[in-house]
């Protein structure tokens, strides 16, 4: 179904949207694939948008990319000496327009069932088609969780953070979350709750419980809603 290619980066993070260019740039065949149907990473679908402002300080694409959101509106939400929190929505357009303008080919909404980085890469993929398997001279993980090396680590533990925005102030102090970030901001405030030790397999279900639990007990106790739903968490 697809060619061979030069090279293949799993993850549209925007580690993985930099390097898909300058590979693109410098002659090669490219894919960038990703899980979900949008670019960004954990800045898009984890809504983790905030970064220290020092990642940005790199000419070239970042300092590119950071320019190019600043120039929307609400485009970033927070900055100070420290750190710089965009809006999600500002970094998914500013990503699509990067890899429009340099014609990377993209593969979304495709889910790795095995993966070779080795001397014979290929990756064996679930997408709309079905099963089928990809191959390039190399094969590189770039998404910001590093979802290809932790396929076979299930039980490896993690500590996920959840983002979101909401719609009114949650108190310094909400018993049952441990908030370990707060930002007020043009759109509502933004936190993140840390849950720890995870399996890498039970990602997705302590995601779900804990972002259902989160939503309720935040409008039961405060009337606060969530403005902004991230669909995967941040994995630290």
């Known amino acids: 179904m697809y060619p061979e290619f030069d090279n293949i980066i799993w993850g549209p993070s925007l580690e993985g949207i930099q390097k898909a260019i300058e590979l693109k740039q410098s002659g090669k065949e490219v894919l960038l694939a990703g899980k979900f149907g949008f670019p960004g990473g954990k800045a898009t ?63 979304f909404h495709v889910l790795p069932l095995e993966a070779d980085l080795g001397s014979n890469p290929r990756m064996e993929v679930f997408g709309r088609e079905g099963k089928f398997s990809l191959s390039a001279s190399e094969i590189s993980d770039l998404s910001d969780d590093r979802y290809l090396d932790n396929l076979l680590n299930k039980e490896e533990k993690k500590s996920i953070i959840i983002n979101s925005f909401f719609s009114d102030p949650l ?22 709750v840390s849950v720890k030790n995870v399996a ?17 007990e935040s409008w039961k106790k405060h009337q606060a809603r969530i403005l902004m739903v991230p669909v995967y968490p941040e994995i630290k």
């Not at 970064?51 to 190019?68: H, I, Q, S, W």
């Not at 485009?75 to 929505?89: A, S």
């Not at 909400?174 to 933004?190: N, V, W």
Request: charged share 25%; hydrophobic share 40%; proline share 6%.
């Open 171 to 192: 108190p310094a102090d909400f018993p049952g979350f441990q908030i370990i970030r707060r930002f007020e901001t043009p759109i509502g405030q933004y936190i993140s």
């Open 45 to 107: 679908e984890a809504l983790a948008s905030l970064f220290p402002l020092v990642y940005f300080n790199e000419p070239g694409f970042k300092a590119d990319f950071l320019k190019n959101v600043e120039s929307l509106q609400y485009g970033v939400l927070f900055r100070n000496q420290q750190w710089v929190l965009m809006h999600p929505e500002a970094v998914k357009r500013v990503c699509w327009q990067m890899l429009n303008d340099n014609n990377v080919q993209l593969l």
């Open 200 to 216: 890498s397999g039970d990602v997705e279900r302590a995601f779900n419980r804990e972002l259902d639990r989160l939503s309720k």
